[in-house]
């Protein structure tokens, strides 16, 4: 590794933080994740160790800090990833000698709090999209994550050349990322992580026909902008071809939703749950669901929707149990 960090008993953890970012970090791992780190370290582990040298960094000083951080409101989840970022960084100072043990595998990690998504009704996304279509400029984001269950950073790296048209669908192949970089905010496009999440989605006629809506819109601000526009073909964009802020979107969405009368803690992820639900609900198998949405695989649709399955779980046992009397039981039969 260039610039060796050299052991030294002066040097307080927030200082190693830094120089693990800038000599270890910055060449190792993707922006996005580097980006991640340096908002960790900048705002979090480095302020809360600031004064602490990391000769003499002891699981307590972990422990408390954690208990801090709980304290202030971060979640269960947060709490691990701050944790198993520092344990990352303090094994990299026992393998580069400036430590002899890490303080962190005598701490344990945080525990993940079980996460039940908000699952809004048919009714409910029914009244959100309608407000959202006379109020807000976002309505086709909406639109497309509710008829698709795809997530934001999927919508937002969609380009016109994987809308198909003719044959009524879409094909996630790439997703957009934020990245921040001296106070200013920069769009990278990655393909998305595992292969089941490079998908094609079925597109109903109307949102197509807002779809080819937009297309026209776009060639006129194209036209208007003239040279300033930032032709990147992409999909949902700003009049000036760049991809609306992430905030703004959910900050739209936040009142729009309050506009609708609907709980505002509905998160743009939501809509994806509600594809989920839906299909649930209208009897589609797992695998197709799990396809729908890119999951790895479809015990990871199980696992975040099991909550889903009581009551159809009921009635399939009531008509099986019908079925080996020998008798009938139409409200079973009736079950999706």
Known sequence: MSG???PSPNMTCGRFFERWLELYAQSHVAPTTLSSYKDIVRVHLGPGFARTLLSRLTPRHIVQYLARKQSDGLSGTTCLYHY???HKILNDAVF??????NPADRVRAPQKRGFEPTILDEEQVRAFLQEAKATSRFYLLYHF????????GECLGLTWDNVDFRKKVAHIKQIAYKLRKDGHANWIYKEPKTRKSRR???LVDDLL???KEARDAQKIHKAFFARDYQDQNLVFCKENGVPPNNEVVLDDMRRVLERAGLPGNVRFHDLRHFVATYLFSQGEPVKLVSEQ???SNATTTLNVYAHVFPGGRRAAIEKMAA?????PNPEADSQP
Request: with cysteine; aromatic share 2%; glycine share 14%.
């Open 4 to 6: 060796q960090l050299l």
């Open 200 to 202: 094609t989605v079925d």
């Open 145 to 152: 994550a509710a008829m698709t269950g795809c997530r934001l």
């Open 96 to 101: 580069w000698g400036d430590i002899g043990i």
């Open 209 to 211: 026909a807002e779809l």
């Open 293 to 295: 949405l890119g999951h």
């Open 323 to 327: 079925r080996l009397k020998g008798t």
């Open 84 to 86: 198993r970022l520092l």
